[in-house]
Structures are given as C-alpha cells and as structure tokens.
C-alpha cells in the first residue's frame, strides 16, 4: 500500500507527539531559615558607690542635712553641685567652723570664721543672736549663694554672696561677705585665744582667702547655722 508524502508527514507527527513526555511538574522545597542564635547576655553594669559624705563627721548631722535640702530648696540658684560651704555657729570663733563639703569625693576641709560683734557683744567667742538688719553688726543665718570674686576698697579680695532667705536676704545690702581678715589669722587666735568680731562678714585668714575665692566661685551654697 501506498503512502502519499501527505500521509508520511502527518502520520509521523502524531506519532512525535503521542510519543512526547509531558514535563514534569516543578515542586517548590519551602526554604527553612535557621533561627538565630540569642544575643549573648550583656555583662552586668558595675554599681558604682560614691564614698561617704563626710567620713571623719566634722560636720555635725543636723547642719549637714538641713544644707541639703537648701541645695534642692535653692536650686534655680545654686547651679554648681560639686561643693558647698557650711558655717557653724554653735562652735567656739577659735574652732575650725567653716567646712568645704566636696559632694562628689565626700571629703570635707575645716577652716576658722569669724562671726558679727553684734552677735557677741560679750565677746565670748561665741555667736549668740543673729540678724539680717542693716547696722546690727549680727551675723546672719541661712542660705547664700556665693556670687562671684570681688574687691573692696577697705577688705580687699572677697567672695560675693547673695541671701536666700527672709533671714539674710539683705547680705548684699549689708555688704555681707567672705573676706580676709588679722583677726582670723593664726596669729591673732594665738594672741588671744579666740577670734576677732567682723561687722558681720564670714572673716577668714589671709592664707585660706586665696583658695576659698578661687573655689568659692559664683552658683555655690553657702549655708550658715546656728
């Protein structure tokens, strides 16, 4: 039998195509990410504990905290925390009273002041009344903010100060200051066994003067009690 050329083409087409294999079909493996590992654990922060306030207790505890709530009471002037100043009058003038509290290291420096002869008319050496009137010749109480080196024509170098409370708001009008004095130098206390009267100032050595001006500052607390 006879094929025509037609047939033979056709006939082998649709056996290529009856022979074909279908592709396979494509079977996605899902991707499985490993979990990562936990971050190791950070080291602990060290506790850090600042030294004690005061270690040696020259400061006696009731003057000591009643100056650190001032530091929070008085902050919108008291900008500088590093150190603060303390004066205490119950001591005897010829007794280091004025302390230089360094609040980060804890440390505390005692130096000797004078108080105001109105304060002691007696001159005992003691402090016993205190004011904020002009020409009482008292010293006053409270809370100051130390304001700055100055200079006056009578006391020479000085340590501003500002009062902060109804009790020495009028330091700046009394010209209230830190300043150095021969009545609080060593010599004198030698002499006569106790300190000399200022008008009222914070009267200090002439030797303590220079350092205390230096660190006093501006934005410090000066706090006296009594």
């Known amino acids: 039998m006879r094929l025509s050329r037609r047939g033979l083409i056709l006939g082998g087409s649709a056996m290529l195509a009856g022979c074909a294999t279908a592709p396979a079909a494509v079977v996605e493996t899902p991707i499985v990410l490993a979990a990562a590992p936990p971050p190791p654990p950070l080291p602990p922060i060290p506790q ?4 004690p306030l005061d270690p040696r207790r020259l400061v006696r505890p009731d003057l000591m905290s009643r100056a650190m709530a001032a530091l929070d009471v008085h902050s919108h ?3 500088l925390r590093d150190r603060m100043y ?4 119950q001591k005897f003038s010829g007794d280091a009273r ?3 509290v360094d609040l980060i290291g804890g440390r505390v420096t005692a130096f000797r002041t004078s108080h105001g002869r109105g304060s002691d008319p007696e001159h005992s050496g003691f402090a016993r009344r205190f004011s904020n009137t002009p020409e009482s010749y008292m010293s ?4 100051y903010a ?3 080196a100055g200079w006056g024509s009578q006391q020479g170098p000085n340590v501003l100060l500002d009062g902060l409370e109804y009790s020495n708001n009028l330091a700046r009008d009394r010209a209230i200051i830190v300043h150095g004095a021969d009545y609080a130098d060593p010599e004198f206390l030698a002499r006569e066994g106790k300190l000399g009267r200022s008008y009222g100032c914070f009267s200090t050595a002439h030797t303590d003067l220079p350092m205390l001006r230096e660190r006093m500052g501006e934005g410090r607390l000066l706090f006296a009690y009594a």
Not at 48 to 51: K, R
Not at 86 to 89: K, P
Not at 140 to 143: D, E, M, Q, R, T
């Open 98 to 100: 004025m302390f230089e």
């Open 86 to 89: 303390l004066v205490d009058f």
């Open 77 to 79: 002037r008291i900008t």
């Open 140 to 143: 006053s109480v409270g809370a």
């Open 146 to 148: 130390t304001a700055g």
């Open 48 to 51: 850090i504990t600042p030294p």
